[in-house]
């Protein structure tokens, strides 16, 4: 099921209003939009949230999308399940605008959308009921609901039989978004979005959290989160997509976006930690680059681009860094004999 955006644009104040009023919106070819670049933002001159937007979520993607506050990225992903609709251009998928109702009413589950901060829109007396909500809106019978329940309640780690009573308002932070999270895999999506969907969690309950996320997508889920974390997202992402101003900043692999440190630091982004560290020792004229050339100057004509061909994570860099230390002992070694002192315990005179 490709979620397909072609040249999506997004204004919360609709930029003209048609003539006729029975005329929903506006199509892309009857649109013109002012000026070379359209005012976005929230100033008072606003009218693009996003703008342009051009890409395919595939089957099994693990997307992620980043860009500073305000970039974006909560309009994009609303346009991924129908809950907003593009002022121009179109979101397909598996091939059908998902503005028609027909084809929206067809996905709907089927594109679950976790939003920022899930708990705080659990409403029900108890978290049986606050789980089993999409499923029933959905149709199913009791019984098929309650399997739904029971999976994802099992999904997120909670106990069905301690929890299913209780009150969601009752139970701890952490506990409270796992239910949230679990009344959207109850609709048994086939993508799942997540906005920064471990904002606010304490380290621990924080990775467990990826680690479901993780989970969840090996088992086949189509993933989409959002992210300020590049150390997430440079571990979990096949692609990433940034956004600047509302429009496609940079979209690949995260090995391609992440080589870009300077142009992502120039719009407030980072670069996962390990690559920042890397690049710096690499500016410092420590030979890092691919492994095999790892003694070789750092920059040479098979490798021109010296580091930044390549995405470290905290064991690649700690192990070429290690490789270096042991194939050059003299450069950078402190010898045993030089460090131990007259009578000091384990010395020479001792
Ligand atoms: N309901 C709204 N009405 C009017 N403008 C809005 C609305 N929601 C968002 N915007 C504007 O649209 C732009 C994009 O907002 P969006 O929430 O998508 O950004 P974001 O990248 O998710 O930001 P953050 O990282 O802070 O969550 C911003 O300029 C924002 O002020
Ligand atoms: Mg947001």
């Given amino acids: 099921m490709p979620i397909v955006f072609e040249g999506v644009s997004y204004s919360y104040t609709a930029p003209a209003k048609p003539k006729d009023a029975k005329k929903p919106r506006i199509k892309a070819k009857e649109a013109s939009i002012p000026g070379e670049r359209p005012a976005w933002g929230n100033a008072p001159d606003a009218l693009w949230a996003i703008h342009d937007i051009d890409f395919t979520l595939e089957d099994g993607d693990f997307l992620g999308i980043a860009g500073h506050t305000g970039s974006g990225k909560s309009t994009l992903i609303q346009h991924m399940n129908g809950l907003i609709h593009p002022t121009l251009g179109r979101v397909l998928i598996d091939g059908t605008d998902i503005a028609d109702k027909k084809a929206a009413s067809r996905i709907r589950g089927k594109v679950g959308l976790v939003f920022q901060y899930p708990e705080h829109q659990l409403f ?64 048994r999506p086939s993508t799942l979005i997540l906005d920064e969907p471990v904002a606010g969690l304490d380290p621990a309950t924080r990775n467990s959290f990826l680690n479901l996320i993780a989970e969840l997508h ?133």
């Fill in 124 to 187: 029900a007396a108890n978290v049986y009921d606050d789980v089993a909500f999409g499923p029933r809106n959905l149709g199913l019978p009791p019984d098929e609901v309650d399997r739904c329940v029971r999976d994802a309640l099992a999904q997120v780690s909670l106990d069905f039989d301690s929890l299913r009573t209780a009150s969601p308002f009752e139970l701890s932070g952490g506990q409270q978004r796992r239910v949230a999270f679990a009344g959207v895999l109850a609709m």
């Fill in 218 to 350: 090996r088992q086949g889920l189509t993933v989409v989160l959002v992210s300020h974390n590049m150390n997430d997202l440079a571990r979990l992402c096949n692609r990433v997509l940034v956004l600047k101003e509302g429009q496609q900043f940079a979209l690949g692999s995260p090995q391609e976006v992440f080589a870009h440190a300077d142009e992502l630091k120039a719009i407030g982004l980072g670069v996962p930690s390990a690559q920042g560290l890397a690049n710096r020792l690499v500016a410092q004229g420590v030979p890092l680059g691919d492994i095999s050339a790892a003694l070789s100057p750092r920059r040479t004509a098979a490798n021109p681009e010296g580091a930044t061909k390549r995405l470290y994570d905290i064991e690649s860099l700690a192990d070429e860094l290690a490789a270096l230390y042991k194939a050059q002992p003299a450069a950078g070694a402190i010898q045993p004999e030089e460090t131990v002192h007259e009578g000091q315990a384990g010395g020479p005179y001792a």
